[in-house]
């Protein structure tokens, strides 16, 4: 049997529709997981940003409110929409103790979402 070259599967192939609609999936693919990955960063964030905010942190930590204090601002800036991500791991959790005159139920809005950035860095790491 003689071998014939199929016309149709010279290249190009994949045929264009059919790569442009893989390109297309591709694209979708991996803003969904940029999307997943930036919510399970930010769990808690705005919550935290607020507790902040009524606890005046943002008279020294908030380019929106003042931009003076330089030294603060370097440690973190609540106008910032990612505000933490200045903190190493190590300081993250010192905004617990700027917050010890806070309630309960503010410092624990804060200590929880210091948890959950925390385990979001050591996801991403991995
Ligand atoms: C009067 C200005 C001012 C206010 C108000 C203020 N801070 Fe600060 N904060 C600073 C300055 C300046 C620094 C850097 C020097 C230092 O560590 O004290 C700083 C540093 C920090 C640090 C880093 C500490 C470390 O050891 O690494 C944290 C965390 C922090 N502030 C949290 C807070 C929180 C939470 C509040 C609100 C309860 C707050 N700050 C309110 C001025 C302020």
Known sequence: MVYRRNQTLRPPFPPRPLRETFLVALMVFCSAGAVAGERSAVQGREEARKVLKEQGCGKCHDTAVSTEN??????????????????????????????????AADRKVVKRFIEAELAARADRQQ
């Open 70 to 103: 330089l030294q603060a601002l370097a440690v973190y800036d609540l106008h910032e929409v990612d505000w933490p991500a200045k903190m190493s791991d190590g300081r993250l959790p010192k905004l617990m103790t700027r917050l010890k005159g806070a309630p």
